[in-house]
């Protein structure tokens, strides 16, 4: 007979589901930062429904879905779902991860229990009207974030994924190599590459916010790869060399700007002339990065609030700002005149599909891109771990944590 619960980093028979697991856990009464909101619990395994795969997690990126659920806001992702009549009153965070196949559910086809897999973020129903009617799955009606819109997520000693959400893991990463890029990896291939004509080509200057974050270590190295010329935003000149060193043509130190923010109302002459002014000496900073003077064809925006004016306004002619979050903000605001004139284009993106899920493993898996790991945590620091991402605090790269590994370095299970 099963055991009741297996301690973290303990193996239990391949295959053998306890009824219990540790999780990092948010509730409701606990929404704040990230240290109070996720705690460890144990609370019960999931059960595998059909096409799924229930995974014993060995190791699991850390990425804002987890902040943001953790804060409550912008969505209060477990009042959403008891609303839509789930029983569950918390919620398990995670939505990247590496682990083993312990069991599969009716139906799965290509998947095997003692498998090594990835799991991407995001899920949707198959059968979706939408998706049969050929939308991109990611833009289905029935697409859901799995860790944040989908309950038990990555940080548990076991989750549930759809069949197609998982990948297998290339042998020679570590499973907390294989855990932590998915998120910046696979979402930055699809802005970059998945929005004809504006896409990614041989020449063009790409400008990437955020540079030695999760998802510009990852569009550095993409855009190189493509053969683009990337550009990259930091905070620190301390942080200079690792964006140069994944491919970075030049890096640009926002702090030497204070042009930032919401746009100034038009109609004050005097604080829009200063904040024109702001814009182009940026503007020139990302001539003088380059080296020529050319403008980005593709502009690769997450911060939102605090630089989408700015994007908006240094995108090249006809070129494309492409935008996945707002970490300053979610209220962004542009200057109407920038876009129409010159012909930009201001495209939303989210996730990818599984075709450039697989498409940027396969770039890590040939050594082109590098999984770009800077810390790893155990397990019952899951939350100090976001809230070091909370507070942008954490080490250029990639952050993950150990779930059910019991130590850094593993390929495979011990
Ligand atoms: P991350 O590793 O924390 O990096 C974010 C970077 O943004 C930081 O390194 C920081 O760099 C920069 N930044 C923070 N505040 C800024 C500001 N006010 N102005 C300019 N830059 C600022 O996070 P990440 O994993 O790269 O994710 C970035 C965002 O994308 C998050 O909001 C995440 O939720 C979102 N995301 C969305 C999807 C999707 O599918 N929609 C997928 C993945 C990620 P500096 O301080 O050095 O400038």
Request: proline share 7%.
């Amino acid at each position: 007979m099963a055991r009741e619960l297996y301690e973290l980093g303990e193996m239990p028979p391949l295959g053998e589901v306890p009824r219990r697991m540790y999780a990092g856990v948010i509730r409701r009464e606990r929404y704040g930062p990230p240290e109070r909101s996720m705690q460890v619990e144990t609370v019960e395994v999931p059960e595998v429904g059909r096409g799924q795969v229930l995974i014993m997690v060995m190791a699991a990126g850390i990425n804002y879905n987890g902040v943001w659920a953790g804060l409550g806001t912008p969505a209060d992702v477990i009042a959403d779902r008891q609303r839509a009549g789930d029983p569950h009153d918390f919620h398990i965070a995670g939505s990247e991860g590496a682990g083993v196949v312990w069991a599969v559910g009716e139906g799965v086809k290509q998947l095997r229990v003692g498998d090594h897999v990835i799991v991407g973020g995001v899920a949707w129903d198959e059968s979706a009207p939408d998706i049969r009617l050929g939308v991109d799955p990611t833009a289905s009606r029935s697409q859901r974030a799995w860790g944040y819109e989908l309950n038990f997520g990555s940080f548990a000693q076991f989750t549930v994924a759809d069949e197609y959400q998982c990948h297998r893991k290339p042998p020679h990463l570590t499973w907390e190599e294989a855990g932590c890029f998915l998120g910046g990896g696979s979402t930055s291939y699809r802005m970059l590459t998945g929005w004809y004509p504006n896409t990614v080509r041989p020449g063009d200057p790409v400008l990437v916010w955020g540079g030695a974050g999760g998802l510009g270590s990852m569009a550095i190295q993409l855009t190189r790869y493509f053969g683009g010329i990337p550009v990259a935003v930091v905070s620190d000149d301390d942080k200079f060399d690792y964006c140069k060193r994944l491919g970075a043509q030049g890096v640009i130190n926002r702090n030497n700007f204070d042009h930032w923010g919401r746009l100034p109302d038009p109609d004050d002459s005097v604080a829009y002339r200063e904040w024109l002014s702001g814009v182009r000496e940026f503007g020139r900073a990302c001539w003088d990065a380059l080296g020529e003077r050319r403008s980005p064809s593709i502009v690769l925006e997450h911060p939102g609030r605090a630089t989408l004016p700015t994007s908006v306004y240094v995108c090249d002619r006809a070129g494309m700002v492409v935008t996945c979050a707002g970490t300053s903000g979610y209220d962004g605001t542009i200057d109407l005149r920038f876009l129409w004139m010159f012909q930009k284009r201001l495209q939303g993106s989210h996730a990818a599909n599984v075709r450039q899920t697989a498409a940027v493993i396969d770039l890590v898996a040939g050594g082109h891109v590098d999984p770009c790991l800077s810390l790893t945590l155990p397990f019952t620091d899951i939350g100090r771990a976001h809230q070091i991402v909370y507070e942008g605090k954490q080490p250029p790269g990639n952050v993950a944590v150990l779930v059910n590994s019991p130590e850094p370095g593993l390929r495979d299970i011990p």
